[in-house]
């Protein structure tokens, strides 16, 4: 088996004596989509600020293609190729569509060498293809604070496409989005599965069934279940503390 793309070694966080996330050991290899569920409380947020930066551990490690990037700060791990997007938006609300994604893009192409005029066009081409994929092309020039919520979380996910990352984390992305855009969703996480690594924390159960290759579960902080869809379904401690015997849409 390949190296693992992202690795937490023994990953604790404790807040004033509670732990959030206890002993965490969890591997994910290249081009997997990972999903990360649990009840609410379980520790999963608190975890993927581990893994981005935004948090320093307690104890334990977290390796991003075979570095220890425990001690780098959150805008280091961007350059190494770590996207992500939070549980709330967090766009420029005044600024246009376009001019949101455009600035991922310029942060992730910060050190290239190339002229100016190449990297307006680089810019301009990276942005409007990543806006295409999820949908919000012809919505370029609105500013981002009149989109709808759901629609919010798809500029959220083009501005971590700009950045063509090798790991993208998405916290609940499909939270706000209609029926549709949800379809649209999991064939969107099938396609980039082929360039990029998938850690997604859903709490849409049919989303994480159709579009997961391993599913992992916490609770209390602790890692209880780690293993493909139809073993996770079939795991008795999962379900006592998650899925329950109905295996239907669930709150993670």
């Not at 893009?105 to 293809?129: H, L």
């Not at 999820?134 to 709808?148: F, H, I, N, Y």
């Not at 996480?189 to 069934?209: F, K, Q």
Request: aromatic share 4%.
């Amino acid at each position: 088996m390949t190296r693992p793309v992202l690795e937490t070694r023994h990953l604790s966080k404790s807040f004033g004596g509670v732990d959030a996330v206890k002993d965490v050991n969890l591997a994910v290899h290249e081009h997997e989509v990972r999903a990360l569920i649990g009840p609410n409380g379980a520790g999963k947020s608190t975890l993927v600020s581990l893994v981005c930066g935004r948090l320093s551990p307690t104890a334990g490690t977290v390796h991003f293609d075979g570095q220890d990037v425990s001690s780098l700060p959150a805008h280091a791990r961007i350059r190494l190729g770590i996207a992500y997007t939070f549980q709330i938006t967090s766009v420029f609300s005044e600024l246009s569509v376009f001019e949101n994604v455009a600035l991922s893009v310029r942060r992730a192409i910060a050190s290239s060498n190339a002229g100016m005029r190449q990297r307006k066009r680089a810019i301009r081409e990276r942005a409007m293809m990543a806006l295409d994929r999820v949908g919000l092309a012809d919505a370029r020039d609105r500013p981002a604070g009149d989109l709808a919520y759901g629609h919010q979380r798809l500029l959220e996910i083009a501005m971590g496409l700009a950045q063509a990352p090798r790991l993208f984390i998405m916290d609940e992305p499909t939270q706000g989005l209609a029926l549709d855009e949800i379809e649209r969703f999991k064939t969107l996480i099938g396609e980039l599965s082929s360039s990029s690594t998938i850690l997604l924390i859903e709490h849409n159960m049919d989303v994480v069934m159709d579009t997961a290759h391993r599913i992992a579960v916490l609770d209390a902080g602790e890692l209880i279940g780690d293993g493909n869809p139809q073993d996770i379904q079939q795991d008795a401690r999962v379900q006592a503390a998650y899925l329950g015997t109905d295996t239907g849409p669930a709150s993670a």
